[in-house]
């Protein structure tokens, strides 16, 4: 039946496939999903974790990725997600939504979602999007208290630790940072905006944790497929906006040829049938159910 009466699985049992995904020989694969049918979709295309993009989150909502997404919006969207497709999810926190303690709250009630894992970065608020120019650092101790109290409060989420450095200082305070934050309780790293296999390879060779890498469009990381980024030593790799891209630019066509031509019968064939909607959602197993 559909996912709302599906037996929901334990977040104890989220967060157990999702470190032993990333632990796994083959390379972690997670799609940003911005809502939850997108999540069903993922599901059925063979994704066994996901992805919820702070960028993509803002942009939907009409804002610029920015830190401007609330607490509350945030959760809400990380248990539409899971409850949809009842799979492992990663969830951007920022910079954290405020102070320590405020990044703690935060991650208690993400666990209450049943939320696997977060992403924690370590840029001053109000944050840039990692592949801008003008980003500053926080100091590495502010982030390291914020994994020690997550920890603490939540010891069975998964931390992973971006780190913004390699755009901002040098590629050995980047390591030094993962280092800092990897002894404070981060399971995984997440070095920002990676331009050349040498600062791929020289990450990987210093850092004995999982690695993940950002496949995002249009930055400053070159395009490779996941196994080439996992042959560098990267063990999990994100796609954060991508299906979200191309849902805009579906929709901005749509838009336009029905403002210029009245109508969308020409368009019909790059739609999903209504039927194949009804299918995604097992609309006729509700019509069933007594």
Known sequence: MSWLLDENIAHENLCQSFREQMKAKEIMRLVGAHHGLAGIMAKKSGFTSLYLSGAALSASKGLPDIGLITHEEL???????????????????DTGHGEAYNTVRLAQDLVKARVAAVQLEDQVFPKKCGHLEGKSLVPKEDVVEKIKLIKKAAPDLIIVARTDALAVTSKEDAVKRAEAYIEAGAECVFPEAVETEEDMEYIAHRLQVPLLYNMT?????????????????????????????????????????????????????????REELYELIDYHKYENFK
């Open 217 to 273: 469009e249009f930055g400053k990381t070159p395009y490779k497929t996941s196994d080439e980024i996992e042959k560098f030593g990267f063990s999990l790799v994100i796609y954060p906006v991508t299906s979200l891209r191309v849902a805009l630019k579906a929709i901005e066509q749509i838009y336009e040829t029905i403002y210029h031509d009245g109508t969308q019968q020409n368009m019909l064939d790059r739609m999903q049938t």
């Open 75 to 93: 959760v809400e969207k990380a248990k539409e997600l899971v409850n949809a497709a009842n799979l492992p999810l990663l969830v951007d926190i």
